[in-house]
């Protein structure tokens, strides 16, 4: 089994990308996105930046490796009636049923950075983008304060060691790396920019019930758990995660959540 197939499979994704489409679709619009442009989105989930660039009228392909955010995804573009979308099944690190310069944007948002041989990943977005197309990445910054960088770094201390070789997702928040990655795949150095940008989670519940989804249907956050209660350290990863969230929320209800996310927003172009 890919492990890595098997780690977005777990649980249901989809419950945390609910709270994420408000930004998700602010980052879309700004994007300058035009009907009939060709659209890929890898690592797209159930279609959280794909759905919204499908409603400008771009023809979308949306690629997860996780089998259930493919059926959630093609049932969400049903349900709204979208004919121009598509979600499949497939590997950023091996896009081989996609030809040479298919899209005039490749979008991936906390979606290929958690894809191992992030050379292959920048390779494959790099080779299906048509000469004058773009690629726009979000990833997730290593050691930041907010959020998501947060809760992997508190995840961390409980899990075992990764693998010899592992190369940790979070790198594709370090602005040298993605410039060396990028570079090695084709593109010019003076063709890649960075900006931050801040993706807001959005829920209708309070922090700790949002801990919950992430602790339920989160993958790395349930392998987490899973690995801390091997070790009778359940509560107190519990207990830091609860800090976390509290501390985050800056919702005036203490029943509502909103917390924000920074995030490192990478612009190639083709």
Do not use: H
């Not at 989930?45 to 093609?74: C, M, S, W, Y």
């Amino acid at each position: 089994m890919n492990a890595n197939k098997a780690l977005w499979e777990k649980g249901d994704f989809t419950r945390l990308a609910a709270t994420m489409r408000e930004s998700g679709s602010a980052l879309v619009a700004k994007l300058g996105i035009k009907a009939g442009a060709d659209v890929l989105d890898l690592g797209c989930g159930d279609g959280t930046t794909a759905i919204p660039a499908a409603r400008l009228g771009a023809n979308v392909q949306g690629v997860d490796i996780a089998r259930n955010l493919v059926e959630a995804g093609n049932a969400r573009a049903r349900a709204e009636g979208l004919t121009n979308i598509t979600f499949r099944e497939g590997d950023a690190i091996d896009l081989n049923e996609i030809a040479d310069e298919s899209f005039d944007l490749v979008v991936s948002v906390f979606g290929a950075m958690f894809a191992p041989k992030p050379f292959e990943v920048a390779r494959e977005m790099f080779r299906v983008t048509r000469p004058g197309g773009k690629i726009v990445m979000g990833n997730w910054i290593p050691g930041d304060p907010t959020l998501v960088a947060q809760i992997l770094k508190v995840s961390s201390a409980y899990t075992p060691a990764p693998p010899e070789g592992f190369v940790s997702p979070m790198l594709w928040g370090v602005e040298g790396n993605v410039t060396e990655r990028f570079v090695a795949a084709g593109a010019l150095p003076e063709n890649i920019s960075f900006e931050r940008e801040t993706f807001t989670f959005q829920a209708p519940y309070s922090p700790a019930v949002f801990l919950e989804t992430f602790r339920k249907y989160y993958g790395p956050t349930m392998n987490a758990f899973e690995a801390a209660e091997k070790n009778g350290q359940e509560e107190n990863l519990q207990q830091e995660l609860e800090s976390l969230f509290e501390s985050q929320n800056q919702s005036p209800d203490r029943n509502q959540t909103s917390i924000p996310a920074t995030f490192l927003k990478v612009t190639v172009l083709r």
